[in-house]
């Protein structure tokens, strides 16, 4: 067969079928694609199968099936495994890797694809796999605008497909930097339930109206973006030496309800040290600065 006889058969191949390449193999038959599945345990493409998956036999099966391949599996390492052997099959074909791993990594996989004429997306989903399928589930992913705007449509199957540009890196960047993020509200999140635990407050009854303070709390970071990029923190939203007593109160009230006082402590000292750099009459997106110089900033 040459390079050219491939006899595609489907719109997308998926390879790795574990948590999360099951919800995205799923999510494209859902929406109606033509999928190739392949995994190493073939029982793990059974499901699918009966959903109206094609199983290959071989990863090379898998690749010559379809323009589009998406890989997810445990590590990097795993995808050059892989691919390696079957690299000229690339050719071509868009490869979206949605395997989780470094900057380093993804620029690497980027130029061996393009080495062998393919073109490359990494990729991170960024909503686990409950919600993969929704509209609301977030893909981040970049490289190949091409790649993107070619399999865009078929790509919003899976939720909502971000590209953040050319550069490979960037979607590792943001998986991490988002998934820190995501971590700094539930800890906060956890040290609340706990504190109004004290109070008899369930849980649930909490999350509800935690919910409903969300939307301020998005709602700054518009802002406090700008005030980043400017390196002008305006006081609109407290000082730094405000917000810093009111975190004196939390640490007092954990304390005596005899909490962890983790969280608490984290933002205060994060606070202080932005105080002791001239900020404390600052509004308090200035401690961006005191991380950014990793709390040596004037
Ligand atoms: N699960 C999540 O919620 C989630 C969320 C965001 C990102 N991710 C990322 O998605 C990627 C996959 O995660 P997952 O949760 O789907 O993992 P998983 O459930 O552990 O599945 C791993 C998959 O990799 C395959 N595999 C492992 N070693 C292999 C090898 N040497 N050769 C061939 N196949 C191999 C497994 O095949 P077998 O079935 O044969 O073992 C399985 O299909 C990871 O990078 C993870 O960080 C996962």
Redesign the pocket.
Known sequence: MSENENHEQSTVSVI???????RLAQAFLTAGYATTVW???PA?AEALAAQGAVRAATVEEAVAASPLVVV????YA?VS??LGPVAPRLRGRALVN????TPEEAAGMAGWAAGHGADYLDG???S??RLVGRPEALFVLSGSPDAFATHRTVLTSLGNPVHLGADPALAPVYDTALFGMAWGALAGFYHAVALVGTAGVDPAAFAAVATEHMPFVTSLMADHSRQIEDGDFPDDDGTVDVHAAAMEHLLDASRAGGLGTDVPELVRNLLRRTAATGHGSSGIASVAGTITKGGRNA
């Open positions: 790795g079928l574990g948590q999360m390449g099951t995994n190493r345990s793990k997810c599996l445990p590590d795993t495994g892989l949605l395997t989780s791993g991170a989903a960024m686990g796999t």
